[in-house]
């Protein structure tokens, strides 16, 4: 979207004439147009199998390799269909909403969010000479393989995996980086190990404070957890997804799932944990990367450092999945809405769905997580009296009190983003 109307799409948003999700349209309209033309070449590519001598494939699988797993039409053929694809390198996507309305997110529609390349091991699904380091403050110093992980209890969750900077793109003024729009956010199943039982097998000491955690991508991306939160039982190496062993984007063979906590502390190509006696200090622990201010500013401020604090666990939030943007209703005939809602560390208490703007709200129909830190699902019948332009809007609130506000709180990168979900709907007479 050239830079002219993106400034208007905020004042459309603003104006409350149209839902944030119809300006939005437009980028996926023209992203579509994109996305058949790359699709397009990523197939021809396939034809010349292994040349990697077309620019998008090249594009697609950096470094011109076409992993052997691509032959088989497997999970980790990117972008994945229907995708609104933000960049191809490193390569970003995310779904429109009407296609995340499964309990449980398919492979398939589970957004991509990396900060550099894939792996070649990963591309190429070779664990051969793979290992995980464990050291640092631990009395016995460890590489596990991953026969070694497989042979630990094996525990499987279903988690809310969601990118801090999900919802970006509602943020005014406009914040720089990947503009996600509401897609960036899934609940598939994970099956994998605890955290907690690697780290008691490397013996950790009680000088432990943090994790540094560490992938084999590039650039070296590292990001870390407090020893507390390593050490619940619903932190994980992961090393399945969905019943399968991880695809290549989503961190084949290992990555972490530290549930309710933003998705940057989830390691993905996870190689290496050094546990530190001091919080972890990494660039992407540090300055304005993935930090948000300790109080509340005025859109557009720029904080001191000294007065940012690590993002952590993620707020309350809800999706609607149904029905799509712009649906057409009839008057008078009930529309089923529905979604998810979930709230980091804490609990859904309730959803309220309003269709006049905010005049007057309904209580939706909750149903509970499949496990803690997997997401409820609400449901609502809603009827519109006459016919002309409706919005759905969804609020979460949790169980200590706090909702989705109805404006996006403002900070430098963007991140945590929750405001309300709103769906356009056109009824007709
Ligand atoms: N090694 C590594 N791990 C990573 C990242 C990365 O770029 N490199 N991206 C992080 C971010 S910002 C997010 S939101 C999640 C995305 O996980 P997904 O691609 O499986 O959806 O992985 C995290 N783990
Ligand atoms: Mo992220």
């Known amino acids: 979207m050239p830079e002219s109307n993106r400034g208007q799409s905020h004042l459309l948003a603003e104006n409350g004439t149209r839902a944030d999700e119809l300006a939005h349209f437009d980028r996926i309209t023209s992203r579509r147009h994109f996305l058949a033309t790359v699709g397009g070449a990523a197939l021809a590519g396939l034809g010349v199998f292994g040349a990697g001598s077309d620019a998008a494939v090249r594009g697609l699988f950096g470094r011109g390799l076409i992993p052997t797993a691509w032959a088989e039409g497997s999970a980790d053929v990117l972008p994945k269909p229907d995708m609104i694809v933000h960049s191809q390198h490193p390569f970003n996507g995310e779904f429109p909403p009407h296609l995340l309305a499964a309990d449980v997110t398919p492979t398939a529609r589970h957004f991509v969010r990396n900060n550099g390349s894939i792996p070649e091991r990963a591309l190429r699904r070779d664990a051969q000479g793979w290992s995980l380091t464990v050291d640092g403050e631990v009395r016995s110093q460890r590489a596990f393989s991953l026969d070694d992980l497989h042979s630990l209890p094996q525990v499987t969750l279903k988690v809310v995996l969601e990118c801090a900077g999900n919802g970006r793109s509602s943020f005014a003024p406009t914040v720089g980086g990947t503009q996600w729009i509401r897609g960036a956010v899934a609940c598939s199943e994970w099956t994998g190990v605890r955290l907690r039982d690697v780290l008691q097998a490397a013996e950790v000491t009680e000088k432990a404070v943090y994790l540094a955690n560490y992938g084999e991508d590039d650039p070296p991306f590292s990001r870390g957890i407090p020893i507390e939160k390593a050490m619940d039982e619903h932190t994980l190496i992961a090393l399945k997804m969905n019943g399968e062993p991880l695809p290549a984007a989503h961190g084949f063979p290992a990555r972490l799932l530290v549930p309710g906590w933003i998705g940057s502390s989830m390691q993905k190509w996870l190689n290496r944990i050094w546990v530190r006696d001091a919080v972890h200090d990494s660039d992407k622990m540090s300055g304005y990367s993935y930090r948000v201010p300790a109080y509340p500013i005025a859109p557009g401020d720029q904080p001191p450092e000294a007065d940012m604090v690590i993002a952590t666990s993620w707020v309350v939030k809800s999706l609607i999945t149904a ?76 169980d200590a009190g706090n909702a989705q506000p109805f404006r996006q709180p403002w900070n430098p990168k963007g991140y945590l983003g929750n405001v309300i979900h709103r769906v356009p709907v056109v009824v007709s007479a």
């Open 323 to 398: 029905p799509q943007a712009n649906a057409t209703v009839q008057a008078g005939v009930p529309l089923s809405a529905s979604g998810h809602a979930w709230a980091g560390e804490r609990n859904v208490a309730k959803v309220l769905v309003s269709t006049d703007l905010g005049i007057h709200w309904q209580e939706a129909e909750l149903t509970p997580p499949a496990n803690k830190y997997a997401w409820y699902g609400w449901n609502a019948e809603l009827i519109f009296a006459s016919k002309g332009y409706y919005e759905i809007w969804a609020r979460a609130f949790d």
